[in-house]
T-cell receptor
Framework: QQPVQSPQAVILREGEDAVINCSSS?????VHWYRQKHGEAPVFLMI?????EQKGHDKISASFNEKKQQSSLYLTASQLSYSGTYFC?????????FGTGTSLTVIP | SAVISQKPSRDICQRGTSLTIQCQVD?????MFWYRQQPGQSLTLIAT?????????ESGFVIDKFPISRPNLTFSTLTVSNMSPEDSSIYLC?????????????FGPGTRLTVL
């Protein structure tokens, strides 16, 4: 029931792009994305609702394919501040689960 | 967005003792949750704290081990009872700002617990 994220870890140079995927075995109503820096609480990034929408702000965007029960988070022109662990959270029925997490490190 | 505080921020406890963690929100919220995050792992939901009634526990978590109180819409406590080293973890409270589970969820800063 826990969504699976890929990749587990990625290292980027500043300015490079990355894609983080979140896949569920259950039909989803919504997908949430969070970023957690070491020693801190998760910080909300965005929510995507059923309907196949795409969202974005600044250089971070996401898509949600409800038929495939998948969501992807896109980070473009990465900055050092993007480093952290990214979690998707999926809502299926009234059950909410956090994904396995993706560690992203941006180096100069 | 809701501002959430937790006390204590960290503690080191002896095996067999209990610790109560407090979560305070600066506004009234309907939905409040307690999570556990073990080092390097994802977040696992312990329970939903229900105002005025017993908490709803997830599979693998029981009230005797993790009693929860929610006396009003801005405050909750989680007690970790009869602790063992396996309980060493970060405990986070979270709230949903809105009336639906799909709405934005915000987290408190967490309580880092070490059990010796």
């Amino acid at each position: 029931q826990q969504p699976v994220q890929s990749p587990q870890a990625v290292i980027l140079r500043e300015g490079e792009d990355a894609v983080i995927n979140c896949s569920s075995s259950k039909a989803l109503y919504s997908v949430h994305w969070y970023r957690q820096k070491h020693g801190e609480a998760p910080v909300f990034l965005m929510i995507l609702l059923k309907g196949g929408e795409q969202k974005g702000h600044d250089k971070i965007s996401a898509s949600f394919n409800e038929k495939k029960q998948q969501s992807s988070l896109y980070l473009t022109a990465s900055q050092l501040s993007y480093s952290g662990t990214y979690f998707c959270g999926t809502l299926s029925g009234n059950q909410f689960y956090f994904g396995t997490g993706t560690s992203l490190t941006v180096i100069p | 967005s809701a501002v959430i505080s937790q006390k204590p921020s960290r503690d080191i406890c002896q095996r067999g003792t209990s610790l109560t963690i407090q979560c305070q929100v600066d506004s009234q919220v309907t939905m409040m949750f307690w999570y556990r995050q073990q080092p390097g792992q994802s977040l696992t939901l312990i329970a939903t704290a229900n105002q005025g009634s017993e908490a709803t526990y997830e599979s693998g978590f029981v009230i005797d081990k993790f009693p929860i109180s929610r006396p009003n819409l801005t405050f909750s406590t989680l007690t970790v009872s009869n602790m063992s080293p396996e309980d060493s973890s970060i405990y986070l409270c979270s709230v949903v700002e809105g009336s639906a589970r799909r709405d934005t969820q915000y987290f408190g800063p967490g309580t880092r617990l070490t059990v010796l």
